[in-house]
C-alpha cells in the first residue's frame, strides 16, 4: 500500500462517529434494522439507517460516507433512490497489515 493511500485512510478515520460507522458495518445484522426495500445486507447498510443511528445530520454523514468510500475504506452500491454502505474488507485488511509491517 502506497504512503498516500495510508494518509487518505489516515484522514477518513480522524474522527470518532468514522471510526463508529466502520465498528457498526463490521455486523450490520446487530447495529441496524434491515432497509424496508430489501430486507437484507448484501449490500450494506442504507445510508439513511446510519445517519439514524449516528444522531447527526443528513449533509454530515453524506460527507463523512463519501470521505470514506473515496479512501476505499467503503463500497457503495445504489438501489433506486438509496445508496448502501459497506466495508471495503480487502482495502482495510491491507492497511492494517501495512501499518504492522510499517510501524
Do not use: D
Given at each position: 500500500?502506497?504512503?498516500?493511500?495510508?494518509?487518505d485512510i489516515n484522514k477518513a478515520l480522524s474522527n470518532a462517529t468514522r471510526i463508529n460507522i466502520l465498528k457498526?458495518?463490521?455486523d450490520p445484522?446487530?447495529?441496524?434494522?434491515?432497509h424496508k426495500d430489501l430486507g437484507h445486507f448484501n449490500d450494506g447498510?442504507?445510508?439513511?439507517?446510519i445517519q439514524i443511528k449516528s444522531g447527526l445530520s443528513q449533509p454530515t454523514i453524506s460527507h463523512y460516507l463519501s470521505g470514506?468510500?473515496?479512501a476505499g475504506l467503503?463500497?457503495?452500491?445504489r438501489h433506486g433512490?438509496?445508496?448502501y454502505f459497506k466495508r471495503n474488507e480487502k482495502?482495510?485488511?491491507?492497511?492494517?497489515?501495512?501499518?504492522h509491517q510499517e510501524l
Open positions: 500500500m502506497i504512503n498516500k493511500r495510508i494518509l457498526w458495518l463490521k445484522e446487530g447495529n441496524f434494522p434491515p447498510v442504507c445510508g439513511q439507517n470514506m468510500h473515496r467503503l463500497i457503495s452500491t433512490k438509496w445508496t482495502v482495510i485488511k491491507e492497511y492494517l497489515s501495512t501499518l
